[in-house]
Each structure stands twice: as structure tokens, then as C-alpha cells.
């Protein structure tokens, strides 16, 4: 069988991590959940104070930018990597409100966007990864075998999000999430480098309605038709 790379996009919250986890596993791939980079780079931000009522002090976040040192490590008892910012585990603190509510702005920055997408690139260089994310089908791997784009309804994604939350003991609103699920999709669609947009050679997936498990089945079995 030979290795490909399989580029999962999407909206916010739409299961792209679950799916892309459950192949990495079925395949014996390495998964990545670019995400979580963004979202390390904009806690540092925040916590370096370069963040202020959700606008970025670019400049001062690009000087420190060779600062920040990320890391994935494997987890064996989760099944899964961990991110680790400079050293320290930020799993949890990354996943929070506050980390969500400033991320897009984040992420629409040029600076942390190159630094980004080339370690993306750097750890896709073998082959055999599963990655998610809002750009690797149209940017970080144009190339990829196969590419899959997911969406689902704000209502459904914000349901599923809030759910999510509530389990990991986070104090969470429904409307704020939705509002915040919303909001990133705006600001992921509508920015000027790399915007979330369906690669003209992904395969869609609308999972309003459409069961996990059934999900996977399906995206599993088209996997096998590339590998
Ligand atoms: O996937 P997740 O919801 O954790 O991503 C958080 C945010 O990081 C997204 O809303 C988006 O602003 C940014 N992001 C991005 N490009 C990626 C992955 C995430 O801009 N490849």
C-alpha cells in the first residue's frame, strides 16, 4: 500500500478531528491538528499581553515569534498528540473560551501563517498523515491524494461544541457558542490569505444529518480507492 495525505477542512466544530483521529488510527498514520497550533500561538499571544478586546498587536506578536516553540507529543493512554507550547502541556488551556475567541484573529496573520504552514509542511514531507484544518487542501498540501471538506449546520456545530465543553467541566453559554462558531467562520471565510474554501478537488461532506460512524465508514472507504 503506498502512504498519501489526506487534507480534511471544514467549518469550526464540525467533527474534522474526530474523523481525521479515527483514520490516522485506521490507517497507521500520524495525525495533526493544525488548529491547535493556531491556538497555541494565540495564547502566547494573549498571555504575552499582545491581545486586547480581540484585537492583535501584530508587530509585537511577530518579533516574539521565533519565541514560541511548539510541540506535538503523543499521548498513549489518550491515543492521541498533545500540544505543547514552549515546553509546557497547554491541551486544556488551548480548547478554552477565551483561546477561541481571539484564534481567527490570530490566524489571520501573515507572519504566524508562514511560520505555520511550514512546520505543517516539514511534518507531511513522508507521507502517511492525516491533517485538519481550514487551509491544507488549498494551501499547505495542494497535492494531497485525497481531500475532504466538511460542514454541517451552525446550529448542529455549536450543539455538538457546547456538549463538548459542558463534559470537560467548562462554565459555557449555548449563545455564546453559536455566536462564536459563527463569528469564526466569518472571519476564517472572509480573510484575505489562505481563507477556508473547498479545494475545487474535495470531496464534501454535510454532516447535519448524517451519523459519525456513517461518516467515517464512507471517507474511509475512499481513502482505500487513492492508497
Ligand atoms: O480547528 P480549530 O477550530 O481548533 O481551529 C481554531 C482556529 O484556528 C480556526 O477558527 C481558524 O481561525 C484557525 N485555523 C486556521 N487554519 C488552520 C487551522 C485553524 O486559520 N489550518
Redesign the pocket.
Known amino acids: 500500500m503506498k502512504k498519501i495525505t489526506i487534507a480534511i477542512d471544514g467549518f469550526?466544530s464540525t467533527g474534522?478531528s474526530t474523523l481525521a483521529k479515527q483514520l490516522a488510527k485506521k490507517l497507521h498514520y500520524i495525525y495533526v491538528d493544525?488548529?491547535?497550533m493556531?491556538?497555541a500561538v494565540t495564547l502566547f499571544a494573549m498571555r504575552s499581553g499582545f491581545v486586547e478586546s480581540g484585537k492583535v498587536d501584530e508587530e509585537a506578536l511577530e518579533q516574539k515569534l521565533d519565541a514560541i516553540e511548539l510541540k506535538f507529543e503523543f499521548n498513549s493512554s489518550l491515543g492521541y498528540a498533545e500540544m505543547f507550547l514552549n515546553g509546557e502541556n497547554v491541551e486544556k488551556e488551548i480548547r478554552t473560551m477565551p483561546v477561541s475567541k481571539n484564534?481567527?484573529q490570530v490566524?489571520v496573520l501573515e507572519a504566524v501563517r508562514k511560520k505555520l504552514v511550514a512546520m505543517q509542511q516539514a511534518m507531511g514531507i513522508d507521507k502517511g498523515i492525516v491533517m485538519d484544518?481550514?487551509?491544507?487542501g488549498t494551501v499547505v498540501f495542494p497535492d494531497a491524494e485525497l481531500k475532504i471538506f466538511m460542514t454541517a449546520s451552525p446550529e448542529k456545530r455549536a450543539v455538538r461544541r457546547y456538549k463538548e465543553l459542558l463534559d470537560r467541566g467548562e462554565n459555557v453559554v449555548y449563545e455564546d457558542i453559536l455566536e462564536n462558531v459563527q463569528k469564526?467562520d466569518y472571519?476564517?471565510s472572509n480573510r484575505a490569505i489562505s481563507p477556508l474554501k473547498k479545494a475545487e478537488d474535495a470531496i464534501e461532506f454535510d454532516n447535519s444529518d448524517l451519523g459519525l460512524e456513517d461518516q467515517f465508514q464512507r471517507i474511509y472507504e475512499h481513502s482505500l480507492r487513492v492508497i
Open positions: 469550526s474534522k493544525t488548529g491547535a493556531y491556538r484564534v481567527s490566524a484544518g481550514r487551509d491544507i469564526r472571519i476564517d
